[in-house]
């Protein structure tokens, strides 16, 4: 004999599926971010990790962070972005000049996320500051803005310096970077010389390079961390300055920059936001407000430097 629902049991199971495709709907998946870095990524992804948790996401249950990093090896970017790309992340959050270009290239639809850029107008990432225009928005950091001042600190701790080397790298902003640099110590009656060390393991023989041809002091252009390089200017005894603050901590002389690790604070921000329905086509581009002047007292003292009274005064952090 065939069995028939009542009506009261036909309803309780319509109401128990209806809670059951809710409860689902409410166990959406995580978001999935990608973060690929030019440099070794370490620190960067321990930083975007704490910026996540102090916004309410909890790693592996709301979101996925696919993390891949260069060492530094910019050859690499292309297929490490493919990968990242290939997963379908919401956001990608691309560290350095290097890898935003190489996530340009690789979508025009996954927002992107710049963490920093030294010149995202002239790179050709946005149409302008206010209004990005596409899917890349984020941090600019001023770098080229801050050269000026740099050289003006250096004549104040050398003031008898002719010649200075200035390191880049690959990097596609370092060649306009370093003709500001060479036009401010032109102005002050410094010569300035590039040298390219375009993967880490060429460090060593470029700053050979620099001592050979009487280079008194070696400025380095903004770049992903390098862990060797304080190390490798103190083997060949040669006063080095940084762009990126957290050098000195590292065994660096001294450096000028933005506080690397707000600006990844505020890259955090971009990325909460345009998982929240933000466009990245209308999120103004910001640049850092806070700076640091930073010296390593140990470096100097390793380097038979006195460093000026005047000059430990403008420093922000002294490191003894």
């Known amino acids: 004999m065939p069995r028939f629902l009542t009506r009261r049991t036909f309803v309780t199971m319509s109401c128990s599926a209806a809670i059951a495709a809710a409860a689902n709907a409410g166990a959406s998946k995580p978001w999935r971010v990608g973060l690929v870095t ?8 321990g930083w975007f990790r704490d910026a996540f948790k102090a916004r309410g996401y909890q790693e592996g249950k709301d979101l996925i962070i696919e993390f891949r990093e260069a060492n530094g090896r910019y050859s690499l970017l292309p297929n490490l972005v493919a990968e990242l790309v290939a997963l379908k992340p919401d956001v990608i959050i691309a560290e350095a000049t290097p890898a935003i270009a190489a996530a340009q290239r690789a979508t025009s639809t996954i927002p992107i996320v710049m963490a ?72 002050i009656g410094v010569s300035a010389q590039r040298f390219v060390a375009a993967n880490p393991e060429d ?95 140990q470096t100097a003292r390793a380097l038979h430097l006195t460093v000026p009274e005047r000059v430990l005064l403008l420093a922000d952090r002294v490191i003894e």
Not at 121 to 143: C, E, L, Q, R, Y
Not at 180 to 187: F, T
């Open 203 to 297: 460090l060593d023989k470029t700053f050979a390079a620099m001592q050979a041809a009487d280079c008194e002091v070696v400025y380095v252009l903004a770049d992903p961390i390098r862990p060797a390089l304080p190390s490798i200017a103190l083997k060949y005894m040669m006063p080095t300055v940084y762009q990126i603050t957290s050098y000195p901590d590292r065994g660096g002389l001294m450096a000028y920059g933005p506080k690397i690790e707000a600006l990844f604070v505020l890259a955090a921000d971009y990325v909460d936001r345009i998982l929240k329905g933000a466009n990245p086509a209308d999120l103004p581009v910001e640049q850092p407000t806070k700076f640091e002047f930073v010296i390593n007292l």
């Open 38 to 45: 030019s440099g070794k990524g370490d620190h960067v992804l």
């Open 116 to 187: 920093p850029s030294t010149d995202p107008i002239g790179s050709g990432f946005v149409k302008s500051f206010a209004k990005p225009g596409g899917n890349i928005t984020g941090i600019a950091n001023m770098f080229g803005d801050l050269t000026a001042k740099m050289l003006d600190i250096i004549r104040l701790l050398f003031p008898k310096v002719r010649k200075i080397g200035v390191l880049a790298s690959n990097n596609p902003t370092h060649m306009a970077t370093f003709e500001a640099a060479a036009k401010a110590a032109g102005s």
